[in-house]
């Protein structure tokens, strides 16, 4: 039985945001005391529930404190636990945890509440995959207890560096496990203090969390959610607002000219894709599907659309991602770069031979016509006309839908979609497995390959991880030949902040570093 050496492992992947603190701004009457710090971003997370989320963004990570965590070099650190110890093959590991944490509810952060938080995790979390399959988990003593996996689940250790892994104290909860956004109760750097449905999510500074010397650097903090872009630039522009995230690609260079805010760019690990329900019968012929691939032009999406803030990407992994191969991204960019002519002609060989007089290809005396869902993001409203158009070319006419994307995150899973225009993002290859192509795991793409799904099953338990990158790219070399959805570009992660002695996003991650920021007084 050997120790592990924390902080060995290295993940090739690049994310995120470094930004230099500003100066001033007068505030207005409406932002606050000098002490708040306000956050302007486009959506608002359907929970602050780890454990019921369908997905994580900078308004709810914050309650979070996880077992392992990235340092600014991509190494897996300790962050609630001093060190692991693997077991005999791997399929058991013993967690030591640190002394003296605690949940924002003043209760300890012990090994029977983390085994607690795991069963309800295991038992009812949208993404309960990010586990692994586990057999048991056992309390060795007041900080010390063991996962045993009914087989070795190699993702698991950077997956524990994300909130979706991280314990919650479910001392909070009712008898039916429910309760926590009335009492939600974490143990991470933000306490949240006030839930405004529709508008804000308000939260203070944990006093117990391990900040920097001198303590916290702000009073509170609230998460405003401005779906509308220019009211969003319009309230940093007046000062409502301190840390603009997302910062709507029109107004970067506006921004640019006003030397008290800095604009940083960095690029992302969130893949868009063009996807759609690949059990419907019009996605059924693969020559549908790379016809659909081949009239895409991402570079037109890209400048028409993003100010050319974003990378093309044709492979089925971004870049930041470990499991990446450039062997792959070349093969799909060779295969999948814009031909409309060859588009048509595999159009044609699928059955769809003539056009109406609108120019929409006809099979059986039907129409090439669905419909494509994409959220409220006006960004991604603008790619979708673009891709509207694109497909038009080659006789599939699309109908744009805009979806609020907690009805996109709800339904999609259940097939109620067509076609949709989404993004994932996440540090390994194994997302391949438990969110996009996975045997009953694919919740947008519903794609279903047996093959492919024994090649992901065999990645997720291979210990080597020479022998993890080869199973990977075999899947993928399959992936690009079946074209099951486009990938398309990673848009450039872009802020604008101003009001701060110091402010630091994590160079891997992505998120603010809570510990790190101090309001200028």
Same mark, same amino acid.
């Given at each position: 039985?050997?120790?592990?050496?924390?902080?060995?492992?290295?993940?090739?992947?690049?994310?995120?945001?470094?930004?230099?603190?500003?100066?001033?701004?007068?505030?207005?009457?409406?932002?606050?005391?000098?002490?708040?710090?306000?956050?302007?971003?486009?959506?608002?997370?359907?929970?602050?529930?780890?454990?019921?989320?369908?997905?994580?963004?900078?308004?709810?990570?914050?309650?979070?404190?996880?077992?392992?965590?990235?340092?600014?070099?991509?190494?897996?650190?300790?962050?609630?636990?001093?060190?692991?110890?693997?077991?005999?093959?791997?399929?058991?590991?013993?967690?030591?945890?640190?002394?003296?944490?605690?949940?924002?509810?003043?209760?300890?952060?012990?090994?029977?509440?983390?085994?607690?938080?795991?069963?309800?995790?295991?038992?009812?979390?949208?993404?309960?995959?990010?586990?692994?399959?586990?057999?048991?988990?056992?309390?060795?003593?007041?900080?010390?207890?063991?996962?045993?996996?009914?087989?070795?689940?190699?993702?698991?250790?950077?997956?524990?560096?994300?909130?979706?892994?991280?314990?919650?104290?479910?001392?909070?909860?009712?008898?039916? @496990?429910? @309760?926590?956004?009335?009492?939600?109760?974490?143990?991470?750097?933000?306490?949240?203090?006030?839930?405004?449905?529709?508008?804000?999510?308000?939260?203070?500074?944990?006093?117990?969390?391990?900040?920097?010397?001198?303590?916290?650097?702000?009073?509170?903090?609230?998460?405003?959610?401005?779906?509308?872009?220019?009211?969003?630039?319009?309230?940093?522009?007046?000062?409502?607002?301190?840390?603009?995230?997302?910062?709507?690609?029109?107004?970067?260079?506006?921004?640019?000219?006003?030397?008290?805010?800095?604009?940083?760019?960095?690029?992302?690990?969130?893949?868009?894709?063009?996807?759609?329900?690949?059990?419907?019968?019009?996605?059924?012929?693969?020559?549908?599907?790379?016809?659909?691939?081949?009239?895409?032009?991402?570079?037109?999406?890209?400048?028409?659309?993003?100010? @050319?803030?974003?990378?093309?990407?044709?492979?089925?992994?971004?870049?930041?991602?470990?499991?990446?191969?450039?062997?792959?991204?070349?093969?799909?960019?060779?295969?999948?770069?814009?031909?409309?002519?060859?588009?048509?002609?595999?159009?044609?060989?699928?059955?769809?031979?003539?056009?109406?007089?609108? @120019?929409?290809?006809?099979?059986?005396?039907?129409?090439?016509?669905?419909?494509?869902?994409?959220?409220?993001?006006?960004?991604?409203?603008?790619?979708?006309?673009?891709?509207?158009?694109?497909?038009?070319?080659?006789?599939?006419?699309?109908?744009?839908?805009?979806?609020?994307?907690?009805?996109?995150?709800?339904?999609?899973?259940?097939?109620?979609?067509?076609?949709?225009?989404?993004?994932?993002?996440?540090?390994?290859?194994?997302?391949?497995?438990?969110?996009?192509?996975?045997?009953?795991?694919?919740?947008?793409?519903?794609?279903?390959?047996?093959?492919?799904?024994?090649?992901?099953?065999?990645?997720?338990?291979?210990?080597?991880?020479?022998?993890?990158?080869?199973?990977?790219?075999?899947?993928?070399?399959?992936?690009?030949?079946?074209?099951?959805?486009?990938?398309?570009?990673?848009?450039?992660?872009?802020?604008?902040?101003?009001?701060?002695?110091?402010?630091?996003?994590?160079?891997?991650?992505?998120?603010?570093?809570?510990?790190?920021?101090?309001?200028?007084?």
């Amino acid at each position: 039985m050997g120790r592990k050496r924390l902080g060995f492992i290295s993940l090739f992947m690049v994310l995120a945001l470094v930004l230099s603190g500003c100066n001033w701004w007068k505030q207005s009457d409406s932002k606050g005391g000098s002490g708040e710090v306000v956050v302007g971003l486009v959506s608002e997370p359907d929970s602050v529930d780890i454990h019921r989320t369908s997905s994580t963004g900078e308004a709810n990570t914050p309650l979070y404190d996880t077992l392992l965590k990235l340092d600014d070099e991509g190494n897996i650190v300790p962050s609630l636990i001093t060190d692991y110890e693997i077991v005999g093959d791997g399929k058991e590991v013993i967690f030591n945890l640190k002394e003296g944490e605690k949940f924002h509810s003043g209760k300890p952060v012990n090994a029977e509440a983390v085994k607690l938080s795991f069963e309800r995790l295991v038992e009812s979390s949208p993404f309960s995959t990010n586990a692994g399959d586990i057999d048991s988990i056992d309390v060795l003593s007041e900080h010390s207890f063991k996962i045993t996996w009914k087989n070795q689940f190699a993702p698991f250790f950077i997956n524990a560096t994300t909130s979706f892994l991280a314990p919650i104290d479910v001392s909070v909860l009712d008898e039916k @496990g429910e @309760g926590f956004e009335k009492n939600p109760s974490g143990s991470g750097p933000l306490k949240l203090s006030k839930i405004n449905r529709g508008d804000s999510l308000v939260y203070e500074p944990y006093k117990d969390f391990d900040w920097n010397d001198g303590g916290p650097g702000f009073d509170s903090v609230k998460f405003r959610f401005i779906p509308d872009e220019e009211t969003r630039i319009l309230e940093f522009k007046k000062g409502n607002v301190d840390v603009l995230l997302n910062v709507p690609y029109q107004y970067i260079e506006d921004l640019e000219k006003d030397s008290e805010v800095t604009i940083e760019r960095v690029p992302g690990d969130v893949l868009s894709y063009l996807g759609w329900n690949n059990k419907l019968p019009i996605f059924q012929d693969k020559k549908v599907r790379q016809a659909i691939a081949m009239a895409i032009d991402r570079d037109s999406i890209i400048d028409n659309t993003l100010n @050319g803030e974003a990378k093309a990407v044709f492979g089925p992994l971004p870049k930041a991602a470990f499991g990446y191969s450039e062997k792959i991204e070349t093969m799909a960019h060779e295969k999948y770069t814009r031909d409309t002519e060859q588009a048509k002609k595999l159009l044609a060989e699928a059955g769809w031979k003539e056009t109406n007089k609108d @120019g929409v290809a006809m099979k059986d005396g039907k129409p090439f016509a669905v419909d494509l869902w994409v959220d409220d993001d006006p960004a991604n409203q603008r790619a979708a006309q673009v891709i509207q158009n694109q497909l038009m070319e080659i006789g599939i006419k699309i109908n744009i839908s805009v979806k609020e994307s907690a009805t996109i995150i709800e339904q999609t899973p259940k097939g109620a979609h067509q076609m949709l225009l989404w993004s994932f993002g996440w540090p390994d290859a194994d997302v391949l497995n438990f969110l996009l192509f996975g045997k009953e795991k694919s919740k947008r793409l519903h794609y279903e390959n047996e093959e492919i799904y024994s090649i992901l099953d065999k990645a997720a338990i291979e210990m080597d991880q020479d022998a993890r990158l080869k199973l990977y790219e075999e899947a993928m070399e399959m992936l690009v030949e079946e074209s099951p959805f486009v990938p398309l570009y990673v848009k450039e992660n872009i802020t604008a902040v101003r009001n701060f002695e110091s402010f630091k996003i994590h160079p891997i991650e992505g998120t603010i570093q809570w510990q790190d920021v101090k309001v200028k007084e």
